[in-house]
Every structure is written in C-alpha cells, then in structure tokens.
C-alpha cells in the first residue's frame, strides 16, 4: 500500500514567502484575496497576476493576500480550505475574491477552491454575508460566459486603468445588491445577474501604463527567479485562430526600449520579455543585446521564426539561450495559409540553420493538429519538414490540438474529434521516431477546452455537475452530452 505524505501548506507558504525577492508588504489588514486557480509556481509566472498584485498593494487604498491552487490536492489535504500565503486566512474571511483566469480548464480549479472555503458555488445562493466574487484575466478576450453561474461581476479586457474603481465599489458599503448596481454601471464590467449574455467592450488601458512587469521573483516560480516585463501589448498579427489577432482593432503596441530597460531592477540576473508578438518590436534585438552585456540570461515569450535570423540569434545565444523556441502551427503550407499564419517550409528551415550556426543546441517547434478540414497528407507533409530540421539541430515537438475561440474566424469550427486527433499524432509518433523528441497535450481535455471555449452559462453548468460526480473526463463527456456535444468525429474516415 502506497501511503501519501501529507503536506502542511503553511509551511510551504512559510518557505516560499521567505525566498520571494520584491514582496510588496502593507500593515493595511487585506480585504480582497487574490486568487489564482493554479499552483503557486504558475501564477507567479503570471505577469497579469503579479501586475494587479502589484497595482492594489502599490494604491494606499487597499491590500490583497493571495491565495493559489493547492500542488497537489490530496497531499494537501483533500477537502480543507486553501489557505492565504500572507494571513493563512481562508477565502471566505474576505470581503473580495478576486480570480484571474487564464483559461477554460480552470474553471473547475475555481469552483473547487470556493467549494474547500465553504463558498457557495452559485452566485444566486450566496448572500450578503458571502465574499463577492469577481473574475478577470486572459480567458475575458475570448468567452467568460460559461462563468455566469458562479461569479458576481467580472472585468473584461485589461485591468490597469479600471482596476481600483472596481475594488472602491466591491467594497463600498451597502447591501451586495447595490454593490452589483455600481459594478454594473461600469463601462468594462460584465456583471452577469444584471447584464444577461451581453458582454460590454473590453477595457483597453492607456499607454502611458504600459509596460506590465512583475514586482516578485521566486525561485518556485515556473520561470525561475526570472523578473517579467512587457514588450509589446497586443498583436498586429491576423492568425485565424487566436484571440490575439490584431488586439481585436487595436494593433500592435510598442513598448520603447527605455521604458523596459527602466523598469529591470540592475540585480536581475534573468529577464523575461513578454508579449504576444515580442520577436516583433522593432528594437528587440537592441534590447537583447543590452541585456546580455549586463550579464542577464533573456527569456522571450514569442519568437516568430521568419525573425529568427542572425543578429537576433546571436544576441539571445549571447544572453543564454541554449533552445529556441517557435511555432509551425498549421502542419503543412495549405493549412498555414488557410489560418493566415504566414509561416513556410523556408522560414523554419533557415531559422534552424540560422540557430545552428549560433551554436544553439536545440529548437522546439510548436504544432497544432485539428485545424478544419486537416487530413493525413498533411502529416505526412509535416513529418516530412521536422526530418528536414532534424537534420540541422535536435527537434522537440510540443502538439495540441486545436481549441475554436469566440471572437476569431475559426470561432464556428468544430473539433476535429478525438479519434481524428489521436490517428493524426500517432501518424507523427510513428514517422518521427528517432527524428524528433514529441510531447501531445491530452486530446480529451482539449474537447472540454472546445466545449467551454463556445459555451455559455449552460457549459458551465455542466462543468458544476461533472464536478460533483467526481471532475473525471468521463463525467465531463456524459455532462457535455446531454447539451449534444460529442468529442467523437462525425464522419472519423474522411481523411
């Protein structure tokens, strides 16, 4: 019999508050906890959590205290209360629970931590005395619908400029009713008992707020001891199939190189670039190299691999690099141009030949399977490509499978179905063994992503129901099923 360790979490917070560098303490007692529906190692990876973290602690109004996602729930302690890393107070002695959201699959991380704090899960079942609940984050580009059941109000788009409004009428005095009334009557909050489906524009903030950066280092942060700072906001990109394209009419914008470089603390030794499109910014090689000869090692978030040539190569080999990392997408040119990737054959094959000329020891290449109308041909035409490279440098495939997003021409798409995604991978397993090392992202989980990714108020409650029955795939198929989702193909042999 296998006996798990338990795991006192106050200890862990002890030890990784004590090891954090750039902590911003308040003796203000906190009313709001934030809250981040994955481990601590993620959400301190995050810019957007760490950049609200930063701007309330940094406001004299308010302070938070943040509370994460257990590592590993049963060794926690399955069923107890996750608990505040500063005051080791649970989520409901809060007046505010704030989530950032990065996307779909959290939801029931979500559901589960407010269930542990004896929360109710359904907002029409909470009363005054409960915390209010309110949600942003990444997932608020592209569809929070399914979220309606559970949360109080949430802000849509970019929290900076509309941030501390929200949190001064959240805890306003008065009944929770007339609270929602003044969240509601905000020109980026969706408050959803009030609002229905209709979703209001997303905040856009100014830019003289920009760039985003993250006060915190850790060493138990997925980017280790690494200080975050933003690039570039946005994307001028048209790629069908992400959220990002174009910042939905807003372009591209460009942080100047003075601005980054001020905010970098002179003691960082790693530096993360951030952005949807940082290979982009016209002075990113400037910024690299400037980087490198303060003796920082230089992670960049996105790297497009028709930039990948020499002078940006060679800066970020000088600034520690030893893998690339970049995007095929489309698994041959038709899809690529289907989806307006933009991305060929000759990009990723100049750009690994580019690398392995700056002694650069590995590339790794991400690849979406599933896109409309794919068929075996083009992972035949794919495989064909990663030998190619292979040849030049050691190749690391990452494949998930594609997820249709509200707000994209590919929104209507549908899934490829689980038995087309699996015989597509396995196809590249087999004509890449010994080629390429390749990694898939499960192919169940993705179908529920698709699911919530398109839903509304009603996947969301079936995400509650699957929750309940135990939150396994099985129990999310048959939940999905009964709205008439099904994660099979209907027609699994046209290839």
């Known amino acids: 019999?296998?006996?798990?360790?338990?795991?006192?979490?106050?200890?862990?917070?002890?030890?990784?508050?004590?090891?954090?560098?750039?902590?911003?303490?308040?003796?203000?007692?906190?009313?709001?906890?934030?809250?981040?529906?994955?481990?601590?190692?993620?959400?301190?990876?995050?810019?957007?959590?760490?950049?609200?973290?930063?701007?309330?602690?940094?406001?004299?109004?308010?302070?938070?205290?943040?509370?994460?996602?257990?590592?590993?729930?049963?060794?926690?302690?399955?069923?107890?209360?996750?608990?505040?890393?500063?005051?080791?107070?649970?989520?409901?002695?809060?007046?505010?629970?704030?989530?950032?959201?990065?996307?779909?699959?959290?939801?029931?991380?979500?559901?589960?931590?407010?269930?542990?704090?004896?929360?109710?899960?359904?907002?029409?079942?909470?009363?005054?005395?409960?915390?209010?609940?309110?949600?942003?984050?990444?997932?608020?580009?592209?569809?929070?619908?399914?979220?309606?059941?559970?949360?109080?109000?949430?802000?849509?788009?970019?929290?900076?400029?509309?941030?501390?409004?929200?949190?001064?009428?959240?805890?306003?005095?008065?009944?929770?009713?007339?609270?929602?009334?003044?969240?509601?009557?905000?020109?980026?909050?969706?408050?959803?008992?009030?609002?229905?489906?209709?979703?209001?524009?997303?905040?856009?903030?100014?830019?003289?707020?920009?760039?985003?950066?993250?006060?915190?280092?850790?060493?138990?942060?997925?980017?280790?001891?690494?200080?975050?700072?933003e690039a570039v906001r946005g994307c001028s990109r048209r790629c069908h199939y992400c959220v990002m394209r174009g910042q939905k009419g807003r372009g591209m914008r460009i942080i100047p190189k003075e601005r980054i470089m001020d905010r970098i603390p002179s003691e960082a030794r790693k530096v993360g670039l951030v952005g949807a499109s940082v290979s982009d910014h016209p002075h990113i090689v400037s910024v690299v190299e400037t980087l490198a000869d303060r003796g920082c090692h230089v992670g960049l978030s996105s790297l497009r691999p028709e930039r990948l040539r020499e002078p940006l190569v060679r800066a970020l080999r000088a600034a520690g690099a030893k893998t690339i990392t970049t995007a095929m997408d489309g698994s041959s040119q038709r899809l690529r141009d289907l989806i307006e990737r933009n991305t060929t054959a000759e990009h990723l094959l100049l750009a690994a030949q580019t690398c392995r000329q700056a002694r650069i020891e590995r590339l790794k290449l991400y690849l979406m399977v599933g896109l409309p109308g794919e068929t075996t041909r083009d992972m035949e035409e794919c495989a064909a490509l990663v030998r190619e490279l292979s040849r030049l440098l050691p190749i690391s495939l990452g494949i998930s499978t594609f997820c249709a997003k509200v707000g994209t021409p590919l929104q209507t798409a549908p899934f490829a179905g689980i038995d087309v995604a699996q015989r597509h991978i396995k196809t590249l397993r087999r004509a890449l063994a010994g080629k390429a090392e390749v990694r898939a992202t499960s192919i169940r989980w993705a179908w529920v992503e698709h699911v919530l990714a398109g839903g509304s108020a009603s996947e969301g409650l079936a995400v509650f129901e699957a929750e309940r029955r135990g939150g396994t795939f099985s129990d999310y198929r048959k939940a999905f099923e009964k709205l008439g989702h099904t994660p099979f193909s209907a027609h699994p042999g046209d290839d």
């Open 1 to 229: 019999m296998i006996v798990r360790r338990s795991i006192d979490p106050r200890s862990v917070a002890r030890s990784r508050l004590s090891d954090e560098i750039g902590r911003i303490d308040r003796s203000l007692p906190p009313r709001i906890a934030l809250t981040y529906p994955s481990p601590y190692r993620v959400a301190m990876s995050s810019l957007g959590f760490q950049t609200v973290y930063r701007r309330i602690q940094q406001s004299g109004q308010e302070t938070v205290a943040r509370v994460f996602a257990p590592d590993d729930p049963p060794a926690w302690g399955q069923g107890s209360a996750d608990l505040s890393y500063e005051t080791a107070a649970p989520l409901h002695a809060f007046a505010l629970v704030a989530f950032s959201i990065a996307y779909e699959l959290e939801l029931a991380s979500m559901l589960g931590m407010l269930s542990r704090a004896g929360i109710p899960l359904l907002g029409a079942e909470r009363d005054g005395d409960s915390p209010l609940i309110v949600a942003g984050g990444p997932l608020t580009f592209s569809n929070p619908l399914p979220l309606a059941p559970f949360v109080d109000a949430v802000l849509i788009g970019e929290a900076e400029d509309e941030l501390m409004d929200l949190v001064d009428r959240a805890l306003a005095a008065g009944s929770k009713a007339h609270r929602l009334e003044q969240l509601a009557t905000m020109g980026s909050v969706w408050v959803p008992s009030l609002h229905g489906d209709r979703l209001p524009q997303a905040a856009i903030c100014h830019t003289e707020q920009l760039p985003a950066w993250a006060p915190i280092r850790t060493p138990h942060a997925e980017l280790r001891d690494m200080f975050l700072v």
